[in-house]
């Protein structure tokens, strides 16, 4: 009998503490989403996500987007460093401005095409922690599409790249490169580097686009005048 008394006291007592959890956690949740849905989050989060994606589409291939923006100047290829130190020092800048400039018009050509893509990856997202985005740092929404997107978005986007190229004439400004520094290696004994322009100027379009599109979201999280739309006002609602 006295074991069936302790029992009884035990489970009471978890009850009463369960109780106290629930009674403390359900005003929480309410209180950090704002008596949001679910659903709602969704909707807002992507609503975010879509108009910082075609807002980073229209800055990056603007005129000089890539070009006249430091945040996201495409530089010459880290692998082929070596190369343009060499043609700078025997007096070839010249040839080195040209092509960076070709490879940033590339990224702001590609760039112009990439809303789609976006368009579909977010439509196709299923935020399962869409309360964790929400209380999360101003760059959370942009960071989970990344994560979930961008080797698929990366796979899309090199064939508009591939056409950026022969648009802008990327390659006609790297043979020469390519050219005068194998005079010199003759001489030097060095060995011809070919980047990868492809799959250089894709992930440097990208990690640009999502540079930009983080700063949409902190903007809209930020600042109420950003928050053009209803679910957004909604979602992002400040005090």
Known sequence: MKKLIILFIAVTNLILVGCETLSKRIPTVISETNGLTIEEIVIGLKEALYIGAKNSVLSASAANGFY????????????????????????????????????NRAAEEASG?????FMDAITGLTITDAIGILRGPDNAAT?????????????????????????TDVTSYWNPIALAYNRIARFTGGSQVNPNLEEYITQKSLDGL??????????????????????????????
Request: avoid cysteine; proline fraction near 7%.
């Open 143 to 167: 960071m989970y599409l990344k994560l979930k997107t961008e080797t698929d978005l990366k796979k899309e986007f090199i064939p508009i790249v591939k056409i950026a190229i022969q648009t």
């Open 113 to 117: 095409k990439a809303l789609p893509i």
């Open 68 to 103: 006249g923006n430091p945040q996201i100047y495409v530089p010459f290829p880290p692998e082929a460093i070596k190369v343009k130190h060499t043609l700078e020092q025997a007096g070839f800048s010249h040839l080195i401005t040209d092509f960076e400039k070709s490879l």
């Open 210 to 239: 999502f540079l930009l599109m983080e700063k949409e979201e902190k903007e809209i999280r930020q600042n109420p005048a950003s928050r053009v739309t209803d679910i957004l006002r909604k979602v992002f609602y400040t005090k």
